[in-house]
């Protein structure tokens, strides 16, 4: 779909915060280090579950297609949150972080979440207080392109979203999200972009026997969703690996704890991604917490390497690439730190060191 770009002067916005698809009249280009060593980006708990009836938000513009923005490495890019701060890094050697966080400052004031981005890298998904009455003090959903040259506050159906997590096609056509609402404790919901708007929510965990629907990754093309699926909240034992068809609504176990090396419901699966060769890589406790791979159409998993351990979170590069939370580096202390090795795990570099960023999962990106 062609999207025209109508830029807003931030002072309308200012004066107007109930329009949904705004950008800025101007940003600054470079800002000082922050206290964490990031160079910022170019301008460019939990409340009740559930949507939260809101009143329909005036007509606005629709967002433009965006650009990559100058600072992408060869191989993608990974989205993060350290502190109370959101990032952007680049999956190269020697690369800064840019804070997000920083650049949106200069629009309003506020407080970020989390930070996810589309497998394109051309659209960032942020939980924000920020830029709606209706975000302050319960953050909301916002959509931007990657050079953050505009911002939309997502409104489903009129409502505007506070979900815990969610994930954004490469068009930026379909957000799937996490929120309460369904017939579960926590579900995954779709919207679909429709004209300058998004339409009503509808349910895609339905059939899940699972109370806990939570943390969607994308595939490549954005048909299917693959989530953390169990009978307690934040992955704890008996956590499984779902998929859901978006479109036919078919669900499916994956794969279960019981289903690796060691044959015990008490193991928990976490942060399913897809893989460019279709395959899935998660992170299991199998053996510690680790890196594994479930090859495409098969049903035993493979470790990606025995080299590290306490490895978390992971997500896959374009390029085939995994990140993840790597506590276990060599002089280090202990922290969550970004490592990036290569799809079969025989070398890998330290993206990030001596910063503890929070283990509520990475996004990936071209």
């Known amino acids: 779909m062609k999207r025209t770009r109508i830029i807003f002067l931030l002072a309308i916005w200012l004066l107007s915060s109930g329009c949904s698809r705004q950008s800025p009249a101007e940003t600054p280009a470079n800002q000082q280090p922050n206290p964490a060593g990031a160079t910022p980006a170019a301008p460019t708990e939990e409340a009740p579950p559930g949507p939260t009836p809101a009143a329909p938000s005036t007509a606005a513009a629709p967002l433009p297609t965006a650009a990559p923005v100058d600072t992408q490495g060869v191989g993608g890019q990974v989205t993060y949150r350290a502190g109370d701060r959101v990032y952007r890094l680049a999956a190269s050697e020697g690369a800064t972080p840019e804070e997000i966080s920083l650049a949106l400052d200069q629009l309003a004031p506020g407080e970020d979440e989390w930070l996810n981005i589309s497998a394109t890298g051309e659209w960032l998904l942020l939980s924000t207080t920020r830029f709606d009455a209706e975000c302050a003090g319960w953050a909301c959903l916002v959509l931007l392109p ?3 040259s505009t911002f939309e506050v997502v409104r489903a159906g009129g409502v505007v979203l506070h979900p815990a997590s969610a994930a954004v096609a490469a068009q930026a056509t379909t957000i799937v999200y996490e929120d ?18 998004w339409s009503t929510p509808q349910l895609l965990t339905g059939e899940s026997p699972y109370a806990y629907n939570s943390l969607p990754s994308l595939s490549p093309d954005g048909g299917r969703v693959l989530f953390d699926c169990g009978a307690v909240p934040y992955g704890q034992e008996g956590t499984a690996i779902c998929l859901v068809d978006i479109a036919s609504g078919d669900f499916q176990v994956v794969l279960a704890p019981d289903q690796g090396p060691e044959t015990s419901e008490q193991n928990a699966l976490h942060h399913p991604a897809f893989a460019p060769d279709g395959s899935i890589v998660f992170e299991a406790d199998w053996q510690g917490e680790r890196i594994w791979r479930l090859p495409a159409g098969g049903t035993e998993p493979v470790l990606v390497s025995t080299e590290f351990s306490n490895d978390n979170s992971p997500c896959v590069l374009p390029d085939g ?19 990036v090795m290569t799809a079969d795990g025989s070398d ?4 990030l060191i001596d910063v503890d960023v929070t283990d509520s999962g990475l996004g990936c990106g071209l």
């Open 146 to 148: 990657g050079d953050l």
């Open 348 to 351: 890998y570099f330290m993206a």
């Open 180 to 197: 309460g609402g369904g017939p579960q404790e926590r579900d995954l919901w779709v919207v679909y972009l429709q004209g300058d708007g």
């Open 321 to 339: 690439r995994i990140a993840s939370l790597w506590l276990n580096r060599p002089g280090g202390s202990g922290l969550h730190e970004i490592k």
